[in-house]
């Protein structure tokens, strides 16, 4: 179904599995950076289908085959139910209580900061964690434990778009819509397979192709043949790595042809000269010696680029994941920039974020070297708001960036790093080098691991074990890469003793003794505590609340 709600008085629908669904309920899938809407089909307490919401602006009612089997994810005979913990390390685990559980995580971690200083422990979280959850542990890390080693596995994706976003236009933000897609002309698509990884909004840059198929260009930047390459008109199958060559050789082709926009670069730029100086040495035929690209090629690339009415730039982890993806982030704003393709209707240079709420960790502050509002811990007038905002002293905040996501593990694995607690996600199976990985979860004193399903790679090396709710069991925002804020809804409830992980992180504050910070009752609660904390930044949430984002998303 990808009509409207259906009426009540309408009769009752079959799912695909033949349960009845005796009521919708809108919600927001978790899967990745698009950030659809869903339609959940409930029959009594149970979810049995998943359909696109036609009103969500982000997939219009489209959803792609991960969202359809969704409800399988959620009654599984793997879900963690009880809290559990090992007496000691080489024992198995045993089902305890949550006061147990929480009573045993707070004791350890006070002991070891105690002994060792509050940056002998760690929290490692997940693009896949709601705004209210990645704020409550950003809070309890960053204002009252006094460590800054808080950091998610969106490290591992968005930190270079995070960055060069941030030294190139100042601010990490895209400055796209996903209503650009409908009106860009051409359409550049670089180290990211979006057929695959981001479907929908892949279907939509075929509808604009479709649209006018001799107006509208695609240039597809791959090394290997892929179905997004398929739809392009131009597939340039460069060699690995070589992408900052082939970006300056197309800057040096709209320089030499007179196609930057010099009227743009003098009012809104800086730095010009000293680009043009480097991309002057970048002719066609160097950069096919770097990237094996014909130089013919690369001038169709580069002209297309530069005299079509709306040009996007579109770019994922073949970017990002590189030990130089900030300079390639940076490439491809300097080619929106020389050429005036930002700031208007279908143009701009456009990160696609991998997970659903990697936009909405970076708005709170969800990685070791920042905190909410897009404030940074080594500003200090940024360390005094927030020490205002949370009604600490401005001494409990650190200067010191605290350990990015793959440094949490080797810190753990030499011994720097005594704690960690693990949530909502499986670092033995994400992360680079697992060898490593599991030696540091051995050789920590204290291993939390907070996940909805056990026993996963992870789990196996915890010593306290967190039953955490999913998706539809709990409610929080979510914001996808456009910037759009969904509210997503609790439609059922958790099974055994799980609980939302904003609700775990909030109790577990409360049994350090900071009941008078961590208060909450609420995701709401929560969530207005944050929106305060970014008034006046660029990224302002103070007009936002539960009640306006249950009437729509706001962007």
Not at 208 to 236: F, G, N, Q, Y
Request: hydrophobic share 40%.
């Amino acid at each position: 179904m990808n009509g409207k709600l259906p009426d009540p008085a309408m009769p009752i629908e079959p799912s695909s599995n033949g349960a009845t669904i005796d009521r919708w309920q809108k919600s927001y899938c978790p899967y990745c950076g698009v950030g659809c809407g869903l339609l959940v089909g409930l029959k009594g307490d149970t979810v049995v289908k998943v359909n696109g919401d036609p009103e969500h602006p982000a997939n219009l009612g489209e959803i792609c085959a991960k969202a359809v089997f969704l409800h399988r994810t959620i009654a599984t005979r793997d879900r963690l139910l009880y809290p559990q913990m090992r007496p000691r390390r080489d024992a198995p685990l045993i089902r305890v209580s949550w006061g147990q559980a929480l009573t045993r995580a707070a004791t350890r971690f006070r002991e070891i900061i105690n002994r060792r200083g509050p940056d002998a422990v760690a929290f490692y979280g997940s693009g896949q964690l709601t705004t209210e959850e990645y704020y409550i542990f950003n809070k309890l890390a960053k204002g009252f434990l006094g460590t800054n080693n808080f950091d998610t596995n969106s490290r591992l994706c968005m930190a270079s778009a995070v960055a060069g976003y941030h030294t190139s236009l100042g601010s990490d933000g895209p400055p796209v819509s996903y209503a650009d897609l409908d009106l860009a002309d051409c359409f550049l698509l670089i180290g990211t397979n979006t057929a695959e990884c981001h479907p929908i909004v892949f279907r939509r840059i075929e509808r604009r192709k479709r649209s006018d198929p001799e107006r509208v260009t695609v240039i597809v930047v791959d090394p290997r043949r892929t179905e997004t390459a398929d739809l392009a008109d131009l597939h340039l199958a460069i060699r690995p790595g070589t992408d900052i060559a082939l970006i300056n050789a197309m800057l040096h082709v709209i320089v030499k042809d007179g196609l930057m926009d010099r009227h743009f670069i003098d009012l809104h730029t800086r730095g010009w000269e000293d680009l043009a100086a480097i991309i002057d040495r970048y002719t066609p035929q160097y950069a096919y010696e770097i990237c094996g690209i014909p130089p013919r090629l690369v001038e169709t690339a580069a002209r297309a680029f530069a005299t079509s009415s709306g040009s996007l730039i579109l770019w994922a982890m073949g970017i990002n994941q590189s030990t130089i993806g900030v300079q390639k982030s940076n490439g491809l704003i300097n080619l929106a920039l020389a050429t005036g393709q930002i700031g208007r209707p279908g143009a701009g240079p456009f990160s696609l974020t991998g997970q659903p709420n990697a936009m909405g960790g970076r708005d709170v502050g969800g990685l070791s070297h920042l905190l909410p509002g897009y404030r940074s811990v080594t500003n200090p007038q940024d360390r005094a708001e927030v020490a205002t905002l949370w009604g600490v002293p401005v001494t409990h905040l650190t200067p010191k960036p605290g350990y990015p996501a793959i440094e949490i593990f080797e810190a753990l694995a030499e011994g720097h790093v005594k704690a960690v607690w693990i949530l909502c996600t499986n670092p033995m199976v994400s992360m680079p080098e697992p060898d490593m990985v599991e030696k540091a979860l051995r050789q920590a004193e204290l291993v939390v691991v907070q996940d909805a399903y056990h026993p996963t790679d992870t789990t196996q090396y915890a010593d306290i074990l967190l039953p955490a709710a999913q998706w539809p069991e709990k409610e929080g925002v979510m914001t996808n890469s456009e910037r759009r804020i969904t509210y997503m809804p609790k439609v059922i409830d958790p099974p055994g003793e799980a609980l939302p992980d904003w609700e775990i992180g909030a109790r577990f504050a409360r049994k350090l003794g900071l009941t008078e910070a961590f208060p909450y009752r609420s995701a709401s609660e929560v969530f207005d505590e944050f929106a305060r904390c970014t008034r006046g930044r660029f990224n302002d949430y103070s007009g936002v609340s539960y009640a306006r984002l249950e009437e729509k998303p706001i962007q």
